[in-house]
């Protein structure tokens, strides 16, 4: 299932927001993966350097173009399972709330980043229902977008804080690296 690269774990409260019933909704605190490698897709935080950041972005951005020519790109492997489009459209909109962040956390003193529930996304931005080669067009803008972002980060702006409403917090450097293992591992997901 998707991975939850932002939010806190979801308030487990009824809400009216729109969600669809065959995908079960990521609740999962992913930031262990800041501390060991993930045995899923290999991604180990430990090794990436800051420097490379930008590179890995733009490495997976690329794939993900290949991934979305295959004419089966819309359909899902099974009824509870996103099809790579809609990862794709998942991996678009992380890097554009990523963006968000990185740029909050240069511009403010440990900002407290806004909740995003990735599954409500999903059905908002209608996931299922958009053209493969539009997504692949938006992920790619998307992923150099940040990825510059990145790049521009110098010195001591690696160290510099924001937080998630439950506490998590992170730095320039960590979020770098919880992001990429987001998009790595959903890159994983569809291969
Ligand atoms: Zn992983």
Same mark, same amino acid.
């Given at each position: ?8 774990? &979801?308030?487990?409260?009824? @809400? +009216? ?6 995908? *079960?909704?990521?609740?999962?605190? =992913?930031? =262990?993966?800041? *501390? ?11 090794? $990436?350097?800051?420097? !490379? ?14 991934? %979305?020519?295959?004419?089966? &790109? ?7 399972? =996103?099809?790579?489009?809609? /990862? ?11 963006? +968000?962040? %990185? ?6 003193? /440990?900002? %407290?980043? *806004? ?5 409500? &996304? ?27 972002? /990145? $790049?521009?980060? *110098? ?6 804080? !924001?937080?998630?409403?439950? !506490? ?11 992001? %990429? ?7 994983? @997901?569809?291969?």
């Amino acid at each position: 299932m998707s991975s939850d690269p932002t939010a806190a774990p &979801a308030p487990a409260s009824a @809400d +009216e927001s729109p969600r669809d019933p065959s995908i *079960e909704p990521d609740t999962k605190d =992913w930031t =262990w993966v800041l *501390e060991r490698p993930c045995p899923d897709c290999g991604f180990d935080a430990g090794q $990436v350097s800051r420097d !490379g950041v930008g590179d890995r972005l733009l490495a997976n951005a690329s794939a993900w173009r290949g991934v %979305l020519e295959d004419p089966d &790109a819309a359909v899902r492997p099974a009824p509870h399972i =996103w099809s790579p489009v809609e /990862y794709a459209c998942h991996v678009r909109d992380v890097h554009r709330v990523f963006g +968000e962040r %990185l740029r909050m956390m240069l511009a403010v003193d /440990y900002p %407290l980043f *806004e909740n995003w529930d990735q599954d409500v &996304a999903a059905v908002e931005g209608a996931y299922g229902d958009q053209r493969a080669a539009s997504v692949a067009d938006d992920l790619v803008s998307a992923a150099e977008a940040v990825a510059a972002t /990145y $790049v521009s980060v *110098e010195g001591p702006q690696w160290d510099r804080q !924001g937080r998630r409403s439950n !506490g998590s917090e992170f730095t320039i450097e960590t979020i770098a690296r919880y992001h %990429l293992h987001d998009i790595e591992h959903h890159l994983h @997901d569809v291969s």
